[in-house]
């Protein structure tokens, strides 16, 4: 029997061994960050290296790193209050502290009025399609985007950042909001004085170092062209389903999207259909976003792009990483293909 394949990488990715590594020699340190003594120092240093570690990974040198839980405490740190527009290809964790009254065209492109009072994602989880930041944008959810594209935080031109360590290698339950110096926010969770006044609670240490060593690897990746890679391998499975499925739809194709990623969208034969019937073949892949892909209904991503309800519930994701080869996913392709003929010879 043939070891199942995962093909999920933008819901998560398998924890790299720098990371793992990182967060086991974290674990002896004993001391919260925020006492005085020894203990409390060295586990302050810790986080602090981590912290500078991360700042250079993400091109942040000179922002503020605001450690939390993950994205989505970040997107509430950023958003809250602040009276937000954004269109509606938004990740839930954002557009629900906003208003989503913007556009989106049929490519997936968000129509910008103000960017100081706009928050726009960099890549969309569900298609891989990227958007053209402008200068003097308030937030910008760069959690798909950091450890696949080239990115620097500083060149940008925004107020503030946000991601996730679990999407780029690291552990799950760490994120980090990246603040342009000079700006304040108002805590959302009150308590102590930790991350600078603008996040309260005992910092996670084992996933701050976790996340840390899972960037540094990642722009290791980046430098040495292994992404590139991903790109090909992407576009040799997409070749071959394109080849078998003229009426599927290669969501993004024609733009610039993320390198790993395939949205597909064959009218009529339901994304939860196809998850399940490619579980069972052994392949672990998505119906959009792994936030809200155990909702049975249409993605609001492609609804917002035009697609009708039926397309709209009918779109597979497919995301891929550094660790998938060749072979993986012309096995998918093959077994994808056998139950595409068995649905299109039902109808």
């Given at each position: 029997?043939?070891?199942?394949?995962?093909?999920?990488?933008?819901?998560?990715?398998?924890?790299?061994?720098?990371?793992?590594a990182?967060?086991?020699?974290?674990?002896?340190?004993?001391?919260?960050?925020?006492?005085?003594?020894?203990?409390?120092?060295?586990?302050?240093?810790?986080?602090?290296?981590?912290?500078?570690?991360?700042?250079?990974?993400?091109?942040?040198?000179?922002?503020?790193?605001?450690?939390?839980?993950?994205?989505?405490?970040?997107?509430?740190?950023?958003?809250?209050?602040?009276?937000?527009?954004?269109?509606?290809?938004?990740?839930?964790?954002?557009?629900?502290?906003?208003?989503?009254?913007?556009?989106?065209?049929?490519?997936?492109?968000?129509?910008?009025?103000?960017?100081e009072?706009?928050?726009?994602?960099?890549?969309?989880?569900?298609t891989?399609?990227?958007?053209?930041?402008?200068?003097?944008?308030?937030?910008?959810?760069?959690?798909?985007?950091f450890?696949?594209?080239?990115?620097?935080?500083?060149?940008?031109?925004?107020?503030?950042?946000?991601?996730?360590?679990?999407?780029?290698?690291?552990?799950?339950?760490?994120?980090?909001?990246?603040?342009?110096?000079?700006?304040?926010?108002?805590?959302?969770?009150?308590?102590?004085?930790?991350?600078m006044?603008?996040?309260?609670?005992?910092?996670?240490?084992?996933?701050?170092?976790?996340?840390?060593?899972?960037?540094?690897?990642?722009?290791?990746?980046?430098?040495?062209?292994?992404?590139?890679?991903?790109?090909?391998?992407?576009?040799?499975?997409?070749?071959?389903?394109?080849?078998?499925?003229?009426?599927?739809?290669?969501?993004?194709?024609?733009g610039?999207?993320?390198?790993?990623?395939?949205?597909?969208?064959?009218?009529?034969?339901?994304?939860?259909?196809?998850?399940?019937?490619?579980?069972?073949?052994?392949?672990?892949?998505?119906?959009?976003?792994?936030?809200?892909?155990?909702?049975?209904?249409?993605?609001?991503?492609?609804?917002?792009?035009?697609?009708?309800?039926?397309?709209?519930?009918?779109?597979?994701?497919?995301?891929?990483?550094?660790?998938?080869?060749?072979?993986?996913?012309?096995?998918?392709?093959?077994?994808?293909?056998?139950h595409?003929?068995?649905?299109?010879?039902?109808?």
């Open positions: 029997m043939r070891p199942r394949v995962y093909l999920d990488w933008n819901a998560t990715t398998p924890l790299r061994p720098e990371a793992r990182a967060m086991v020699a974290a674990m002896d340190v004993i001391g919260n960050p925020s006492s005085v003594h020894a203990e409390g120092r060295a586990a302050k240093s810790l986080m602090e290296k981590a912290r500078n570690q991360l700042a250079t990974a993400l091109g942040a040198d000179g922002a503020d790193i605001v450690f939390t839980s993950g994205a989505t405490e970040a997107a509430a740190l950023a958003c809250a209050g602040r009276g937000l527009h954004c269109g509606d290809v938004e990740h839930e964790a954002v557009s629900a502290w906003c208003a989503t009254d913007l556009g989106v065209n049929a490519v997936g492109q968000v129509a910008v009025t103000g960017p009072t706009t928050a726009l994602q960099y890549a969309n989880s569900e891989g399609i990227l958007q053209t930041l402008p200068e003097k944008l308030a937030v910008s959810d760069l959690t798909q985007a450890g696949k594209l080239p990115l620097a935080f500083n060149w940008l031109g925004c107020d503030i950042g946000l991601t996730s360590a679990h999407k780029l290698g690291g552990p799950k339950g760490i994120g980090a909001l990246i603040l342009r110096r000079g700006l304040d926010l108002t805590a959302q969770l009150k308590g102590g004085g930790q991350e006044g603008r996040r309260a609670g005992t910092e996670n240490l084992i996933g701050i170092a976790g996340f840390a060593a899972a960037a540094e690897a990642a722009a290791r990746d980046l430098a040495n062209g292994v992404w590139e890679r991903v790109a090909e391998i992407r576009n040799i499975l997409e070749s071959a389903l394109s080849a078998a499925a003229n009426e599927t739809i290669s969501v993004g194709k024609d610039a999207r993320l390198p790993n990623t395939l949205c597909l969208v064959t009218p009529g034969w339901k994304g939860e259909t196809q998850v399940m019937q490619m579980d069972l073949a052994g392949f672990a892949v998505s119906a959009g976003s792994a936030c809200s892909s155990g909702k049975v209904k249409a993605s609001r991503v492609l609804r917002a792009m035009g697609f009708d309800e039926i397309a709209a519930a009918s779109a597979l994701r497919v995301s891929i990483g550094p660790d998938t080869t060749e072979d993986e996913v012309l096995r998918f392709a093959d077994a994808w293909i056998a595409y003929r068995k649905a299109r010879a039902r109808v």
